[in-house]
């Protein structure tokens, strides 16, 4: 994205900023002093046409139902949530290792005593 291909659309609308509006604003009000920018700027501003279909594109198709997946989406997403796991599995594993190194020598001290006695 090459920053030199922005145009100066219009300027605030607010008198006391003026600030000029690029052709790549992000926003729908003014950065500068936080001025709402009217509806006839917004539409004059690229960014802000897209991301408003973007969204309403993003609305429309979020309610999908999930047989619309391809079967890659869903591998994806099984291999996510397995990595996720992975993760907290891996931080759950550092703060209970000594639980575990606990329960597996309780579990070997119980077998042992539980073979002296019955003997
Ligand atoms: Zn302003």
């Known amino acids: 994205m090459a ?8 300027h605030c609308p607010n008198s006391k ?8 604003h992000l926003y729908s ?3 500068e002093c936080g001025e709402p920018l009217p509806d006839n ?5 690229p960014r802000l046409q897209e991301s ?10 979020q309610p999908a139902p999930p047989e619309r997946l391809s079967s890659r989406e869903l591998l994806e997403r099984l291999v996510r949530l397995q990595e996720q796991q ?6 759950i594993r550092k703060h209970t290792g000594c639980v575990y190194a606990w329960l597996i020598f309780s ?7 539980f073979l002296i006695v019955r003997h």
Do not use: F, H
Not at 17 to 24: A, E, L, M, R, T
Not at 107 to 113: F, N
């Open 3 to 10: 920053k030199a291909s922005a145009e100066v659309i219009t």
């Open 29 to 31: 009000w003014c950065i």
């Open 17 to 24: 900023c003026g600030k000029p509006i690029y052709s790549d």
């Open 107 to 113: 579990v070997i001290l119980g077998t042992l005593v």
């Open 41 to 45: 700027i917004q539409a004059q501003i």
């Open 86 to 91: 992975n993760e907290s599995l891996e931080a």
């Open 52 to 61: 408003r279909e973007g969204a309403a594109s993003v609305t429309s198709s």
